[in-house]
């Protein structure tokens, strides 16, 4: 039995014409003279593919042979011009059987690209995510790290700076532990940016206390509402935005 192999051919499912005559039994020069008569009503269903092969004969020699590739609906209409034999109805159901097989293959064919193009897609937006992380990580001290990146902040009462005073003990934080917090690499950053978002020395809200020397320290609790501003001042300083 012959193999009735559906192939592709100027993008559309084809059959040579010479399988379609091996599986009938019959003369393939035969076959293409039924073809050749038909032409115009077959090209009615597509472009027909005439093309030139070769076939060795029983000496040995080799000759040109014309054959033909037939889409699905064109080989339809060949096989009703034949009478119902045994042969042919088998030939039409092979037929049949082959085209549909091809085309569950290509729809299968197509979702896998279709997936393997989304699965691409995907991993492109992982990459972009990952390099903005890595940025993040790179040029943001960790508090922000965490505001930015969506952490879980697991807030601690903890004393950051307490001082004993004549009036008693004051529990607040200098201008060395902003610009530490913050990751300035000067005091004059850390008190301008504070300027800018109203905590700067003539603000109000800012104390003093008395130890060895005189000194500025801002309330413990006015580092929530700094933290709020902090995230905004470290887009604008990495992105670009106005402050």
């Given amino acids: 039995m012959s193999s009735l192999a559906v192939t592709e051919y100027n993008g559309q499912n084809v059959v040579d014409s010479r399988l379609i005559a091996e599986e009938l039994g019959i003369e393939h020069s035969s076959f293409?003279?039924?073809?050749?008569?038909?032409a115009d009503d077959l090209r009615t269903f597509g472009h027909l593919g005439f093309e030139i092969g070769t076939v060795q004969n029983s000496v040995g020699a080799r000759?040109?042979?014309?054959?033909?590739?037939?889409?699905?609906?064109?080989?339809?209409?060949?096989?009703?011009?034949?009478?119902?034999?045994?042969?042919?109805?088998n030939?039409?159901?092979?037929?049949?059987?082959?085209?549909?097989?091809?085309?569950?293959?290509?729809?299968?064919?197509?979702?896998?690209?279709?997936?393997?193009?989304?699965?691409?897609?995907?991993?492109?937006?992982?990459?972009?995510?990952?390099?903005?992380?890595?940025?993040?990580?790179?040029?943001?001290?960790?508090?922000?790290?965490q505001r930015i990146l969506g952490y879980q902040v697991i807030k601690e009462t903890e004393i950051i700076e307490r001082?004993?005073?004549p009036e008693g003990t004051f529990d607040g934080v200098g201008i060395t532990y902003l610009q530490k917090?913050?990751?300035?690499?000067?005091?004059?950053?850390?008190?301008?940016?504070?300027?800018?978002?109203g905590y700067g020395r003539e603000s109000g809200k800012w104390e003093t206390s008395l130890a060895a020397v005189e000194r500025m320290q801002l309330p413990r609790e006015a580092l929530d509402r700094i933290d709020e501003f902090f995230p905004s001042a470290t887009r604008q300083r990495f992105l670009g935005e106005i402050f």
Avoid at 32 to 38: L, S
Wanted: contains cysteine; hydrophobic residues 35%; aromatic residues 8%.
């Fill in 63 to 89: 000759n040109e042979q014309v054959f033909c590739y037939l889409n699905e609906d064109q080989a339809t209409f060949v096989m009703t011009l034949s009478r119902n034999t045994e042969k042919v109805v």
């Fill in 32 to 38: 293409i003279k039924t073809i050749k008569k038909y």
């Fill in 163 to 165: 001082h004993v005073t």
């Fill in 91 to 145: 030939c039409k159901k092979r037929l049949v059987e082959a085209f549909s097989k091809a085309k569950k293959v290509i729809t299968s064919q197509g979702d896998r690209i279709r997936e393997l193009e989304l699965e691409l897609e995907l991993r492109k937006v992982e990459q972009k995510l990952l390099d903005t992380r890595n940025t993040i990580v790179q040029t943001c001290p960790e508090p922000i790290q």
């Fill in 181 to 197: 917090r913050y990751g300035f690499k000067t005091t004059k950053q850390t008190w301008d940016f504070l300027e800018r978002i």
